[in-house]
T-cell receptor, first 114, second 116 residues
Framework: GQQLNQSPQSMFIQEGEDVSMNCTSSSIFNTWLWYKQDPGEGPVLLIA?????ELTSNGRLTAQFGITRKDSFLNISASIPSDVGIYFCAGTAYSGAGSYQLTFGKGTKLSVIP | DAMVIQNPRYQVTQFGKPVTLSCSQT?????MYWYQQKSSQAPKLLFHYYDKDFNNEADTPDNFQSRRPNTSFCFLDIRSPGLGDAAMYLC???????????????FGPGTRLTVT
């Protein structure tokens, strides 16, 4: 099946530093999504990418969809304590009957040191 | 606000005692999904409904069943919970229009299931 390789697995950074994480795949995906999950909560959608090469920002977050449609990165600038959590990349592929299936990366656990 | 709601947030059940988790949505989305997420792992898709059509993942155990009585509600039934079924169960929805730009999935807050 399709797999997403997400790295790094975990990060410890100082408050104010910039953060970068990425996902790669051997398969092409239609859409790349980046989610953040806080402990005990469901994933929250941060950024959705639809076109190869697309670069999208959401506040301090910037994400790009690779030109080959097989990779994506997420950058967080000037990290703050509330950025702590697990970040998942996810790729979507059409699964028939009008719906799409998400394939998740294994997540990047971000810790921010005040 | 339009949203995905899961009840209860925490559920404790006994080994072998059937349990039902519920999900409701005010987004009027066609597709509803159930995921299982174990500690330090990514969510794993169990099954999904496109409208009334049920789509089971090949590796989802028969112990897990689902019902969708109407557009807004979807239930996850675990017929005989085992200790290995303790996990966070996440419900998600998507428009399901077939237009790839509308296929974002929105997750509920999850139900944490404990099996004693």
């Amino acid at each position: 099946g399709q797999q997403l390789n997400q790295s790094p697995q975990s990060m410890f950074i100082q408050e104010g530093e910039d953060v970068s994480m990425n996902c790669t795949s051997s398969s092409i995906f239609n859409t790349w999504l980046w989610y953040k999950q806080d402990p005990g909560e469901g994933p929250v959608l941060l950024i959705a990418l639809y076109k190869a090469g697309e670069l999208t920002s959401n506040g301090r977050l910037t994400a790009q969809f690779g030109i080959t449609r097989k990779d994506s990165f997420l950058n967080i600038s000037a990290s703050i304590p509330s950025d702590v959590g697990i970040y998942f990349c996810a790729g979507t592929a059409y699964s028939g009957a009008g719906s799409y299936q998400l394939t998740f990366g294994k997540g990047t656990k971000l810790s921010v040191i005040p | 606000d339009a949203m995905v709601i899961q009840n209860p947030r925490y559920q404790v059940t006994q080994f072998g005692k059937p349990v039902t988790l519920s999900c409701s949505q005010t987004l009027n989305h066609n597709v509803m999904y159930w995921y299982q997420q174990k500690s330090s792992q990514a969510p794993k898709l169990l099954f999904h409904y496109y409208d009334k059509d049920f789509n089971n993942e090949a590796d989802t155990p028969d112990n897990f069943q689902s019902r969708r009585p109407n557009t807004s509600f979807c239930f996850l039934d675990i017929r005989s919970p085992g200790l290995g079924d303790a996990a966070m169960y996440l419900c998600a929805t998507s428009r399901g229009s077939g237009n790839r730009e509308l296929d974002e999935q929105y997750f509920g807050p999850g139900t944490r299931l404990t099996v004693t």
